[in-house]
């Protein structure tokens, strides 16, 4: 069956999007040549290789050199990411803004996701979903839209599948303060069941190497946020999450992102831990 678009992390769709930034335009000053990943209990890998055409992101490749995505631009601003499956997302402006994200594969469309904002800030994203099966993952909703890729996979997992209709919806509320993302309200609703879940953000003063980047990590605020998380707490339906963010810079950029999880659900208490390394081309 269809093969999972992309192990990327946990990002990642390019989306340039916040206050002072155009939307669709990802153009650091540091731009990230290798990311590698260790699990808790496991080796370090790498994860992913970047490879830039100038300012812009070209491809992702894996660790061991296949290509996973490329970039497609017009001028500064994203307009398509083609999987190496030929699964597309494809990214619809109004003048600055994005307002939808649409993922395709061999032309069918499986998921859209609609943007709003407030003024200049994005203010949700609704991802609706069209079509999906145990045995398909999709590469590009893992790089574009992360947050929205584990739910999916949790419900497939659990034999939750949506019939090729639009009948089930995640909705993320965000909330500001200043240019990072202080608070999300993930709002999921399926056959007329609704479920709340709500994530809150502190952040360092320290450059985030993925702003503007959509999904760089398992959260929009991630990448939508201009500083990097050091810490989140999550409250959903019989649940609770707190993650602390442990971060060793090289100057005003992080290299190693090691993030320690606990996690509760009122029966049961886990920890877990996860690290990033990131590389820069010279």
Not at 33 to 62: C, H, P, V, Y
Not at 164 to 186: C, L, P, Q, R, V
Not at 249 to 275: A, F, L, R
Request: aromatic letters at 14%; one cysteine or more; hydrophobic letters at 30%.
């Amino acid at each position: 069956m269809k093969k999972l678009f992309i192990l990327l992390f946990i990002a990642t769709f390019v989306v340039a999007v916040s206050s002072c930034k155009k939307e669709g335009v990802y153009q650091p000053k540091q731009k990230i040549s290798k990311i590698f990943n260790q699990s808790q209990g496991s080796s370090k890998n790498l994860n992913q290789r970047w490879t830039w055409d100038g300012k812009n992101l070209a491809k992702i490749q894996d660790g061991d050199g296949n290509l996973v995505a490329t970039f497609s631009y017009d001028g500064k601003k994203l307009t398509k990411i083609t999987g190496s499956d030929g699964e597309t997302m494809t990214f619809t402006y109004d003048g600055k803004k994005i307002t939808k994200v649409e993922g395709k594969y061999n032309g069918i469309l499986f998921s859209t996701y609609d943007i709003k904002h407030n003024k200049s800030k994005i203010s949700s994203i609704t991802m609706t979903e069209y079509f999906i099966d145990a045995n398909y993952k999709s590469t590009l909703t893992t790089i574009v839209f992360p947050q929205f890729a584990s739910l999916i996979e949790n419900r497939a997992k659990a034999g939750n599948i949506a019939k090729a209709s639009s009948s089930y919806s995640i909705t993320i509320d965000f909330t500001w303060d200043g240019d990072n993302i202080s608070k999300e309200k993930y709002t999921e609703i399926e056959d007329g069941e609704t479920d709340e879940t709500e994530y809150t953000y502190k952040y360092d003063k320290k450059k985030n190497p993925l702003y503007n980047f959509f999904g760089g990590v398992e959260v929009n605020a991630s990448c939508l946020s201009e500083n990097n998380i050091i810490s989140s707490e999550g409250i959903g339906a019989g649940y609770n999450t707190s993650t602390e963010f442990s971060i060793i810079y090289d100057g005003k950029y992080p290299i190693e992102i090691m993030q320690t999880q606990t996690y509760s659900d009122g029966d049961y208490t886990g920890h877990y831990t996860y690290t990033i390394f990131y590389e820069y081309e010279q």
